[in-house]
C-alpha cells in the first residue's frame, strides 16, 4: 500500500467561507449559510431571511451535523425574533427539523431562554430580540471553545493510546469547521495531530448516501494540507484486515445517558470492526451533544430519510451542474429504500468519549453525568 501514503498537493484549495454568519444588511437582518450541498464544487452561500427558510436549509442538509445545527437553531429563533416572526412557532418549527442531533434542541431552547427571560423582565420586543441574538452569539463563541479544548483532549489520549505517534486516523461522516463554531469536533484532533507531526494518514470514508466525507472532509482534509486517502465504506473492512488503521475518530449526534452513541449511519460497523482489530474507537463531541433525558440507545430517534438518496444519485455538488441537478436513477423504478441517517453505537465497543471536559475512558453513565455536571458548572460561572 506503498502509494496511499503519497502526499496529498498542500494548500491548493480556496479558502472557504465561514459555514454560518449573521449579517445585517439595509433590508434586514439575515442568516447566510454556506451550502454545504454545492461543495466541493462551488462554495455558495444560502441566505435565510425567515425560519421556513432555515427548516429547508436543515432538512436538504445545506446546513448540517450536530454542532452547527444547534448554532443555527439558535440564530434561527434569533432571526424570528428580530423579524417580528411568532417566536413560539419558529422554536417548534426548528427543533422538530431533524430528530436525531440533540444538539438542535439545546440550541434553539436556548436562544428562546434568552428571549423570554428578557421579556420576563419587562424588555420590549426589540430588546428581547437582541438577547436571542446574544444566546446565539454566546452558544457560537462556546462551541468554537469546545472545539479547541477537544482537539487538547483528543490528541492527549492518541498519543496515550498510539505511543508509537505516527497516527493513521480512519473518519467518518464531516465533523470540521463545516459543523461547527471552531475546528469541529473528530477532524479537529486529527486537524492538531497533523500540525503537531503526528498525523501519517487520515482515511476518509466516503459516507453514503449524501457523501459526507468524500465532499466535505476530504474538501476539509485538502484545504489544510492534511494527507488523507478517501475509500468507500465497504472497504474499511479490508482496511483494517490490512493494519492500517491506529484509531477510529468519529464525532456523535446525540449521547444518550448510558454512553450510547449516535452518528452518522456506518458508524456502529465501523465500532464493530475496530473491536475484532483491537484498534481504539473514539467518539468526540462536546457535551452540548450529550443528552441525560435518553436513557439508552434504543431510546434515540433515528432520522430516516427518503430512499431516492438512495436510489438516485443527485449531484449539485458536481461541477457545473448547478443546484436542483441530478435525480439520475440508479436502481429500478419503484424500488424501496432503507435509509437510516444515523445509527447507534453501544457504550461497550466505545474506547473513549471526548469532550471539552476532558477524554471519558472506559465509558459509563457514571462518568457521563460527571461529565455534564461539570460542564454546567463551568457555563454557571
Ligand atoms: C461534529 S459532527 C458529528 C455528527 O453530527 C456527524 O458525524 C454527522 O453524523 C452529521 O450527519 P448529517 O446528516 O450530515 O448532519
Not at 454545504?36 to 432538512?59: G, W
Not at 443555527?72 to 418549527?93: F, H, I, K, S, W
Not at 465504506?233 to 444518550?256: K, M, P, Q, W, Y
Amino acid at each position: 500500500m506503498a502509494d496511499q501514503y503519497a502526499q496529498n498537493p498542500v494548500g491548493t484549495a480556496p479558502p472557504t467561507l465561514p459555514s454560518l454568519r449573521w449579517d445585517e444588511p439595509p433590508e434586514g437582518p439575515v442568516l447566510v449559510l454556506l451550502d454545504q450541498t454545492r461543495l466541493p464544487a462551488e462554495e455558495v452561500e444560502l441566505v435565510c431571511t425567515d425560519v421556513p427558510a432555515l427548516v429547508r436549509a436543515i432538512q436538504t442538509l445545506a446546513v448540517r451535523g450536530a454542532p452547527l445545527l444547534g448554532i443555527a437553531g439558535a440564530y434561527g429563533v434569533a432571526l424570528a425574533a428580530v423579524r417580528g416572526y411568532d417566536v413560539d412557532e419558529a422554536v417548534t418549527l426548528l427543533e422538530s427539523a431533524r430528530p436525531t442531533a440533540v444538539n438542535l434542541g439545546h440550541g434553539v431552547r436556548r436562544a428562546a431562554a434568552g428571549y423570554r427571560t428578557a421579556v420576563d423582565k419587562g424588555a420590549d420586543a426589540e430588546q428581547a430580540a437582541r438577547a436571542a441574538l446574544v444566546a446565539a452569539r454566546e452558544l457560537h463563541r462556546e462551541d468554537a471553545e469546545a472545539s479547541a479544548r477537544m482537539a487538547e483532549h483528543g490528541l492527549v489520549l492518541l498519543d496515550e493510546l498510539l505511543p508509537g505517534g505516527g497516527h493513521r486516523i480512519l473518519t467518518h461522516c464531516n465533523t470540521g469547521a463545516l459543523v461547527s463554531g471552531g475546528e469541529g469536533t473528530a477532524f479537529a484532533v486529527a486537524l492538531k495531530a497533523h500540525r503537531a507531526g503526528r498525523l501519517r494518514r487520515l482515511w476518509v470514508d466516503e459516507t453514503r448516501p449524501l457523501l459526507q466525507g468524500a465532499r466535505l472532509t476530504a474538501f476539509e482534509a485538502a484545504r489544510n494540507g492534511m494527507p488523507y486517502t478517501l475509500l468507500t465504506d465497504n472497504a474499511a473492512g479490508s482496511l483494517f484486515a490490512a493494519g492500517e488503521v491506529d484509531a477510529v475518530l468519529i464525532g456523535a449526534d446525540r449521547i444518550a445517558a448510558d454512553g450510547s452513541v449516535a452518528n452518522k449511519v456506518g458508524s456502529y460497523p465501523l465500532a464493530v470492526l475496530a473491536k475484532y482489530h483491537h484498534v481504539p474507537f473514539v467518539v468526540v463531541a462536546p457535551t452540548t451533544t450529550v443528552d441525560l433525558s435518553t436513557p439508552d440507545g434504543a431510546s434515540i430517534e433515528v432520522e430516516q430519510r427518503p430512499g431516492q438518496e438512495v436510489t438516485e444519485v443527485t449531484a449539485p455538488h458536481v461541477a457545473g451542474a448547478g443546484a436542483g441537478a441530478g435525480g439520475l436513477p440508479v436502481a429500478p423504478l419503484g424500488t424501496q429504500a432503507y435509509n437510516p441517517a444515523f445509527d447507534v453505537t453501544p457504550p461497550d465497543l466505545v474506547t473513549a468519549i471526548v469532550t471539552e471536559q476532558g477524554a471519558l475512558s472506559p465509558v459509563t453513565g457514571a462518568g457521563i453525568a460527571e461529565l455534564c455536571a461539570r460542564s454546567r458548572q463551568v457555563t454557571i460561572s
